[in-house]
C-alpha cells in the first residue's frame, strides 16, 4: 500500500503492466527494433533518476520486474497484458506463456490478461477457448494496430471479432482492455482510433471496455463515447506520466475525465516497463487539481478520488477482495522491512 502523509493507506491495483522481450536477439526485423526504440523514446518522460539504459529497457527480466513494482514501488498486484507482436519478435513480445510464469510465482500479485487477434479466424476461436480455460483468464488486451501478413490492422466492429467477443463474454470474460490512442512506430495511429469502442459497449453491456491511454490524442472522442456508455473506461496509462514534465496537461487530461466519466470509471495504470510505479504513485498521490481546472469544470479531486483511480475501481472489475489483500500485503512489507534492517544491521 502507498501511505499517504497523514497516514492514510492506500491500495494500489496497477491495470497495465508489460513483461515484454525485446532482446536484440528476441527482434525479428527492423521493425521490432522500430517498436521498442519508440517506447524507450515514451521512457525519456521519466525523472533522470528512473531513466534505464536502452539495454536493461530491451528487457529487463523478471526479478526487476517485481523489484520495480513491489519493493521499492508502490503496487500491490498488477494485471499483466499479452501484446505478441509476433510479426516483430521471434517468440513474441509480451506473450501469455511468459506472463503466467509471473502469475504462478506470484500468485497473489498478478493477473494474467490473454488477447485474440480476430484475423486468425476459427483456429483463432479455438485457441482462445483453450486460454480462458487454462489460464483462467477474466480479461484480454487487444491491439487493433497490429500488423499481420498484408494488414496493418483490425476492427472491434469486425465481423470475426464480434464472434470472438461473444465467445470470451460466454466462457466468463468480463474485461476487455483496448490499447486505443497512441501511435508506435511503425504502426498506424488510425488503426487505433476509439471510435469503434462505440459500437461494442453499446452490443456487450456486460463486458466492461477498459480503454488504455484514455484515447489520446482523441480525448475529446473518448469522452464523448464513455460518458454515455456505462461500460467504458479510462486507463491512465501514457496519459498519468505527463504529470511531470507537463503537469498541467495532465491536469486538463484529469479534469476532463472527472467531468465526463467521473472518479468511478478512471484506473490507473503505470504501463511499465516504460514507466516506474514508484515515482508515478508517489507524484499522483500528492498531485492537487490546479484550483482553476476544478473551478471551471465543477470538479473535485479528493483522497477518496485517489483511492478509486490507483485501485478500487480495478479491483472492482476483477472481483478482487481489497481488505483481504490489504491485511497479506501489509504483513509482507513489514517483513520485507524487518529483513532488510537486519540486513544492514549485520553489514
Known amino acids: 500500500m502507498y501511505k499517504m502523509p497523514n497516514g492514510e493507506e492506500l491500495f494500489v491495483l496497477d491495470g497495465h503492466i508489460h513483461n515484454w522481450d525485446a532482446s536484440v536477439e528476441n527482434q525479428k526485423n527492423v521493425h521490432g527494433r522500430q517498436f521498442i526504440d519508440c517506447f524507450y523514446g515514451y521512457h525519456q518522460m521519466s525523472p533522470d533518476e528512473y531513466l534505464w539504459p536502452r539495454e536493461k529497457f530491451y528487457h529487463y527480466g523478471e526479478k526487476a ?29 509480451n506473450t501469455i506463456e511468459r506472463n503466467y510464469e509471473l502469475q504462478k510465482a506470484h500468485p497473489e500479485r498478478f493477473i494474467t490478461n490473454g488477447s485474440f487477434d480476430p484475423r486468425d ?31 496493418k490492422g483490425w476492427k472491434l466492429t469486425d465481423p470475426w471479432c464480434i464472434r470472438y467477443l461473444e465467445l470470451a463474454r460466454s466462457m466468463g470474460v468480463r474485461n476487455i482492455h483496448v490499447h486505443k490512442g497512441p501511435t508506435i512506430l511503425p ?22 471496455f477498459i480503454v ?18 456505462t461500460n467504458v473506461y479510462a486507463g491512465l496509462a501514457v496519459a498519468l506520466p505527463f504529470i511531470h514534465k507537463r503537469p498541467e496537461y495532465f491536469a486538463h487530461i484529469l479534469g476532463e475525465l472527472l467531468f465526463w466519466i467521473g472518479e468511478d470509471k478512471i484506473c490507473y495504470g503505470s504501463d511499465y516497463g516504460i514507466w516506474s510505479p514508484k515515482w508515478l504513485v508517489e507524484k499522483f498521490a500528492a498531485f492537487e487539481l490546479p484550483e482553476a481546472v476544478a473551478r471551471e469544470k465543477g470538479v473535485n479531486f479528493t483522497l477518496e478520488s485517489k483511492r478509486k483511480i490507483l485501485g478500487l475501481n480495478m479491483a472492482r472489475l476483477y ?27 549485520a553489514e
Open 319 to 345: 472481483d478482487v477482495d481489497v481488505e483481504a489483500k490489504k491485511a497479506v500485503f501489509r504483513d509482507s512489507r513489514e517483513f520485507h522491512a524487518a529483513d532488510a534492517s537486519a540486513s544492514m544491521a
Open 65 to 93: 520486474l517485481y523489484d520495480d513494482l513491489f519493493v521499492s514501488g508502490h503496487d500491490d498486484m498488477a494485471v499483466v497484458q499479452t501484446t505478441n507482436l509476433k510479426e516483430f519478435y521471434k517468440t513474441g513480445f
Open 187 to 208: 504502426l498506424n495511429r488510425d488503426a487505433f482510433d476509439v471510435a469503434d469502442v462505440d459500437d461494442v459497449a453499446t452490443t456487450f453491456q456486460d463486458l466492461n
Open 121 to 151: 479466424g476459427e483456429a483463432g476461436l479455438e485457441t482462445l477457448a483453450a486460454e480462458i480455460e487454462k489460464y483462467k483468464l477474466k480479461g484480454v488486451k487487444l491491439y487493433t494496430g497490429e500488423w499481420k501478413g498484408d494488414s
Open 212 to 229: 488504455e491511454h484514455c484515447g489520446l490524442p482523441r480525448l475529446d472522442d473518448f469522452c464523448w463515447i464513455a460518458t454515455q456508455e
